[in-house]
């Protein structure tokens, strides 16, 4: 077999001659692909297709999906508003313990969501350390609530956000910034009309990212919000659910999941899978 | 009057590097700071745009009033970037509009001025156009119209002509010479490029290593170079010496010129000026010295010799002449330059 780089170091004649494949790495690579591949091949195959239509039209599923959608959207709109702002902090401003900063913004990211859930409960919880204050002050509870959902699912997912964020401004010529600064403006005129703009296809990245996260998300949401039918019973939690009553829903209800993961990293295509 | 215009001494420190120049530049006046790559030219100009900090023992006065004091986006400057960095998001119009609508205009007010600076440059038909759909020549006008639009009363230019090809770039040096002729406020400009500098300036400070070591008129710094690079940049020998009337010690050579120079002085001839003979010429009085030929190079129209010996130096000769004198490297030759045209000026 012989191939060429266009790309690689030239070589003598442009030639390769590549030796044989060594089996010892060939092997267990197709194996982790079959790994990977064949659940989701199997979903596909056990799918009750001649009765999709009508399952997915089930109100439990329809309530449930419009709950995930809903609160997975709201918890990106509050990722955005916290995150981009915290983004801009640790990739722009000279913080003291900034590199502290950033290992706790990844910590969710590593964090088992359970325990998310469990930390989110002792502080946001009813006789947490914040959540009694806002019960007194403002009679607000969180847990068990839609809201809750919202607050697990963003607390879980903003660390994608801030992450691809980070990154798109640490890439940003901030030579433009500076020339918007000899121009006379403010840094936030500067951010607002130069930064933002130039960064926003990693905005957009990092919201598809972040949305995708906190749709998905399980953990953190049954420990702090519960699993109530219509308030705080998201898709996945529904997953897991139908699975012991009824198996072949948890399928249908998989198969949503899965497509809207496959429509994000189509359109995350360039920016994620080819960036190598 | 004499507080009008800019005057400043520039110390940036960092690790391993100093800047500390001082130089003033007059309202309507084009200084250009010139100097070779990590020189610092560069630092000099993002510290007086505020872009870089300023050591204790730094200062910038424009018009009267300290300017290190404030922040970059509170300074009345303008400044052109060597890649002109016009935002890419923004149309042409947008881009020039940018400052005036950062400094308080109205929209509409911002876009009319715009549209005039524009329109000053002969770009009006590209308003509309995305910076990428620009060319290099029309990217610089806009650039420099947007740094124009905020009527700073300090224009900054780094490296202005650098991104562009040989081509365009005398058309927009000739441009920008007119441009810079009709701004009253004061300009300093940034250059590797000793034609630029000639072309636009009025005035040459001469960086080296992080200092000042000549400045002047162009011309003046053109006929008495005081450093090697400079003597390289406006290509003439340069030899430090003592002198003693109308004669200086260089070395072991005494070398007659028509100037009266005493005690340190520099001595130097156009390359063009040297001629080269394979025995001993008798005649006219001339600077005359025993040279070995390191090599021949292309010089325009002429040949270029390198002659080492007791002084380093560069000789133009025509091709018919390498021809006669069969010169190859390591040859002895003749080196001969007329007194008349041996320049000496005090070191």
Known sequence: MTTTSPTGPARGGGRVVAGRLPWVLVVPALLGLAFLVLPLAGLLIRAPWPTLLQRLAEPQVLEALRLSLVTATIATAVCLLLGVPLAWLLARVDLPGRRVVRALVTVPLVLPPVVGGVALLLVLGRRGLVGQWLESAFGVTLPFTTAGVVVAEAFVAMPFLVISVEGALRAADQRYEEAAATLGASRWTVFRRVTLPLVAPGIVAGAVLCWARALGEFGATITFAGNFPGTTRTMPLAVYLALETEPEAAIVLSLVLLAVSVVILASLRDRWVNAA | ?347
């Open chain 2, 1 to 347: 009057m004499t507080a009008s215009g800019l005057r400043a001494r520039l110390v940036v420190t960092r690790p391993a590097f100093r800047l500390d120049v001082s130089f003033e530049a007059a309202p309507g006046e084009v200084v250009a700071l010139l100097g070779p790559n990590g020189a610092g030219k560069t630092t000099a100009l993002r510290a007086l745009a505020g872009l870089t900090g300023l050591a204790e023992e730094g200062h910038i006065t424009l018009d009267g009033r300290p300017l290190h004091t404030e922040p970059p986006d509170r300074r009345p400057i303008g400044m052109v970037f060597q890649d002109y960095l016009l935002f890419p998001h923004l149309s042409a119009l947008d881009n020039v509009a940018f400052g005036p609508r950062c400094r308080g205009a109205s929209k509409a007010e911002a876009r009319r001025v715009a549209a005039d600076l524009l329109e000053r440059v002969g770009l009006a038909a590209h308003a509309a156009a995305k910076p990428r759909r620009l060319s290099g020549g029309q990217a610089q006008r806009v650039a420099l119209a947007r740094a124009l639009a905020v009527r700073p009363r300090l224009l900054l230019l780094d490296e202005p002509l650098a991104a562009l090809d040989a081509h365009t770039r005398l058309e927009i040096r000739s441009r920008l010479r007119r441009d810079l002729a009709g701004f009253d406020g004061a300009t300093v400009l940034v250059t590797h490029d000793p034609l630029d500098a000639m072309v636009l300036a009025d005035r040459l400070v001469v960086v080296e290593d992080g200092a000042v070591v000549q400045q002047g008129e162009p011309a003046e710094v053109a006929r008495r170079p005081r450093t090697d690079y400079v003597a390289r940049l406006v290509g003439l020998n340069l030899y430090r010496g003592t002198g003693d009337g109308v004669r200086v010690k260089v070395g072991e050579l005494l070398f007659s010129t028509i100037e009266q120079v005493d005690g340190p002085a520099f001595v130097a001839f156009s390359p063009a000026a040297g001629a080269l003979y394979r025995t001993r010429p008798d005649g006219s009085p001339r600077n005359l010295w025993q040279a070995a030929v390191e090599g021949v190079e292309r010089h325009g129209d002429n040949v270029r010799v390198h002659l080492g010996g007791p002084i380093a130096a560069f000789v133009d000769i025509t091709p018919a002449a390498l021809a006669d004198l069969d010169l190859s490297p390591g040859r002895q030759v003749w080196a001969a330059v007329k007194a008349t045209e041996t320049h000496a000026y005090p070191a």
